[in-house]
């Protein structure tokens, strides 16, 4: 580290405020709408193209159906993820990214190269220690 990051104090920097409310600390909020080990993941996929759940499975290997469900139930709530069902035998559901997903496209770019910058030998900030 270079030490810019502790010369610049907290109330020039744009956009990231201290908050003495927890509760209402913005970047809080947006980082739980990200969270979770298979979230980014999934966004991943949904924006390169509308997907199936099954799609979804093989593309994230590892991931057990009930998680998925749990994640993907998640990022709809939060308005990120739009789930289609088609009324056909059998049934069809599909799963795309929304306008407001699309707007975490320069974040998650932005978290790519951060990662790939802290990477150790582009092995990434944990390794290969994701078995879990």
Do not use: N
């Amino acid at each position: 580290m270079d030490g810019q990051g502790a010369e610049q104090p907290q109330e020039s920097r744009p956009g990231f405020r201290h908050s003495h409310d927890h509760a209402d600390c913005k970047a809080q909020l947006a980082l739980r709408v990200i969270q979770g080990r298979w979230k980014l993941l999934i966004l991943r996929e949904l924006i390169e193209a509308v997907r199936r759940f099954s799609d979804l499975q093989r593309a994230l290997p590892g991931v057990s159906q009930k998680v998925l469900t749990a994640q993907l139930r998640e990022l709809e709530a939060d308005g990120v993820v739009q789930r289609t069902v088609y009324a056909q035998v059998p049934p069809r559901v599909d799963y795309a990214i929304t306008p407001l997903g699309c707007e975490l496209l320069p974040v998650l770019d932005e978290l790519h190269a951060w990662g790939e910058k802290v990477s150790p030998q582009g092995q990434g900030v944990v390794g290969s220690s994701q078995s879990s």
